[in-house]
Nanobody, 125 residues
């Protein structure tokens, strides 16, 4: 019932910045958490960042240790779009990035019920 579309793919030099966005459409009133995951070549998808505005769950933000201090997750006022601001990018950040949504009882790390198609981020050294 909810569709997610990511945007912001690009090729960036190490140390540069990039902002990803993900817009939700459909029955978004049931959304209380959104997150970003990534999958590098030959690796499994891993958690990057999550945000929750449900008092039932862990309201706030959570980041993977590998991106703390460099990435920031945020939403617009209507909670229809989630952003991932990525600074001080490293070649290790190269991956396909996916956004996801969760319901009232989801934490910032899941479970997530809907997924976007992914957007490619490449960081050159």
């Amino acid at each position: 019932q909810v569709q997610l579309v990511e945007s912001g793919e690009g090729l960036v030099q190490a140390g540069g910045s990039l902002r990803l966005s993900c817009t939700a459409s459909g029955r978004t009133r049931s959304t209380y958490a959104m997150g970003w995951f990534r999958r590098a070549p030959g690796k499994e998808r891993e958690f990057v960042a999550g945000i929750s505005w449900s008092s039932w769950s862990d309201e706030g933000t959570t980041y993977a240790d590998s991106v703390k201090g460099r990435f920031t997750i945020s939403t617009d006022d209507a909670k229809n779009t989630v952003y991932l601001q990525m600074n001080s990018l490293k070649p290790e950040d190269t991956a396909v990035y996916y956004c996801a949504r969760g319901g009232l009882r989801s934490t910032t790390q899941g479970p997530y019920e809907d997924w976007g198609q992914g957007t490619q981020v490449t960081v050159s050294s």
